[in-house]
T-cell receptor, first 116, second 115 residues
Framework: DVKVTQSSRYLVKRTGEKVFLECVQD?????MFWYRQDPGLGLRLIYF???????EKGDIPEGYSVSREKKERFSLILESASTNQTSMYLC???????????????FGSGTQLSVL | AQTVTQSQPEMSVQEAETVTLSCTYD???????LFWYKQPPSRQMILVIR??????QNATENRFSVNFQKAAKSFSLKISDSQLGDTAMYFC????????????FGQGTILTVHP
């Protein structure tokens, strides 16, 4: 089965720090996504990528950037962490476009980030 | 823009009974897909069931079935013969026809199955 690995399960950072959240998938998927999950708000899309070196803004990109230098790795960057970025961050991958009777997102186990 | 609303923050059910989780959505798209994802305490999101909007037949997966009412923009999940392992957060999600992987999620419903 597809494995999506997020480098940290829990992370504590200070306000103003630059934070890197790493995500690696092992199934040669084209598409990768970063969501954040907050109580009462569900999951919201931050950034996504449909190809290497390609990135597109999701619904809440402010304060974040991403990097996709290799197909299997998609990094989320908090340039200057703030307390309102305390959240659960979920990475996901998807095989790509085309018809798919079994289409689904494959998620990592999430990184719970606390910014103090 | 699409919106997805889950109006039940928490639900509970006795083991072996049936429970229905509600979801409504708003969209101007004609071609789209709807999903229910489950997030147990392990935090690993798992796809429960998927429905294509162009299919009139409601999707089923073992004990899980949906009631898809396209005109009413309603997509509820029915869990039959509830099991303790069904305890989790459940998210309803929507995606337009060609926006692969770009899901809009609802707020989530915490389901607790009691023995």
């Amino acid at each position: 089965d597809v494995k999506v690995t997020q480098s940290s399960r829990y992370l504590v950072k200070r306000t103003g720090e630059k934070v890197f959240l790493e995500c690696v998938q092992d199934m040669d998927h084209e598409n990768m996504f970063w969501y954040r999950q907050d109580p009462g708000l569900g999951l919201r899309l931050i950034y996504f990528s449909y190809d290497v070196k390609m990135k597109e803004k999701g619904d809440i990109p402010e304060g974040y950037s991403v990097s996709r230098e290799k197909k299997e790795r998609f990094s989320l960057i908090l340039e200057s962490a703030s307390t309102n970025q305390t959240s659960m961050y979920l990475c996901a991958s998807h095989y790509g476009t085309g018809a798919a009777t079994n289409e689904k997102l494959f998620f990592g186990s999430g990184t719970q980030l606390s910014v103090l | 823009a699409q919106t997805v609303t889950q109006s039940q923050p928490e639900m509970s059910v006795q083991e072996a009974e049936t429970v229905t989780l509600s979801c409504t959505y708003d969209t101007s798209e004609n071609n789209y897909y709807l999903f229910w994802y489950k997030q147990p305490p392990s935090r690993q999101m798992i796809l429960v069931i998927r429905q294509e909007a162009y299919k009139q037949q409601n999707a089923t997966e073992n004990r899980f079935s949906v009631n898809f009412q396209k005109a009413a923009k309603s997509f509820s999940l029915k869990i039959s013969d509830s099991q303790l392992g069904d305890t989790a957060m459940y998210f309803c999600a929507f995606r337009p026809g060609t926006s692969y992987g770009k899901l809009t999620f609802g707020q989530g419903t915490i389901l607790t199955v009691h023995p």
